[in-house]
Nanobody, 125 residues
Framework: QVDVVESGGGLVQVGGSLRLSCGAS????????MGWFRQAPGKEREFVAG????????CYADSVKGRFTISRDNAKNTVYLQMNSLKPEDAAVYYC??????????????????WGQGTQVTVSS
């Protein structure tokens, strides 16, 4: 099992950047895919980005492609979400999650669980 803690959220102006971090504990971190999700008030939680166990495959929601980048450092048990060109609609609580299966590669087959508590991202216009 992988336990995760998100950090790095905050207040940023439209067009600005933030980098979120997700620190993970557990011996299997380097063996599992990781993902970022977000939930805005009154909306359902939505997928933002995913990365397979070794960083060789990434996937993104259409709404963030070209602006957000997911990456991971298995030596530090950390996954990152670099967010650039932020828009008001990016404001949400961002969550990190770990795949419940090992060695996942295909984004369509990730089965995320082990959610963190989230970190708030606010975008001011």
């Amino acid at each position: 099992q992988v336990d995760v803690v998100e950090s790095g959220g905050g207040l940023v102006q439209v067009g600005g950047s933030l980098r979120l971090s997700c620190g993970a504990s557990g011996r299997t971190f380097s063996m599992v895919a990781m993902g970022w999700f977000r939930q805005a008030p009154g909306k359902e939680r939505e997928f933002v980005a995913g990365i397979n166990w070794n960083g060789g495959n990434t996937c993104y929601a259409d709404s963030v492609k070209g602006r957000f980048t997911i990456s991971r450092d298995n030596a530090k048990n950390t996954v990152y979400l670099q967010m650039n060109s932020l828009k008001p609609e990016d404001a949400a609580v961002y969550y990190c999650a770990a795949d419940r299966t090992l060695w996942g590669y295909d984004c369509n087959l990730f089965d995320f669980g082990s959610w963190g508590q989230g970190t708030q991202v606010t975008v001011s216009s």
